[in-house]
Nanobody
């Protein structure tokens, strides 16, 4: 059974940092394209960052330079390191995986997110001003 489990969310003050983790089971992250999404209350879900099977990354403009997506193939885990957090980063964060049937850019994965194969249950990030 393919499964993703996020962790690492929490409450921080503006300017703080958090690292989210997404543990995968049932498949190898080294062979999948993966992404982080987020959804704030009352807002549509938006793509944050993507990483392809070879490790190439892409980011939404709103997080570029502040967030870093990475994966540890040995631990079969995806990460999102978040620095200089802002109140507008407050959202539920989800990881998603796809067997690279879509272009592995955050723009493509966002526009066709309904086609992504696996989703986690989400982890909440709250940034206070």
């Amino acid at each position: 059974q393919v499964q993703l489990v996020e962790s690492g969310g929490g409450s921080v003050e503006a300017g703080g940092s958090l690292r989210l983790s997404c543990a995968a089971s049932g498949y190898r992250v080294s062979t999948y394209c993966m992404a982080w999404f987020r959804q704030a209350p009352g807002e549509e879900r938006e793509g944050v960052a993507a990483i392809d099977s070879d490790g190439s990354t892409s980011y939404a403009d709103s997080v570029k330079g502040r967030f870093t997506i990475s994966k540890d193939n040995a631990k079969n885990t995806l990460y999102l390191q978040m620095y200089t957090l802002k109140p507008e980063d407050t959202a539920m964060y989800y990881c998603a995986a796809d067997p690279c049937t879509l272009p592995a850019t955050i723009a493509a994965m966002t526009s066709q997110q309904e086609l992504l194969e696996v989703w986690g249950q989400g982890t909440l990030v709250t940034v206070s001003s």
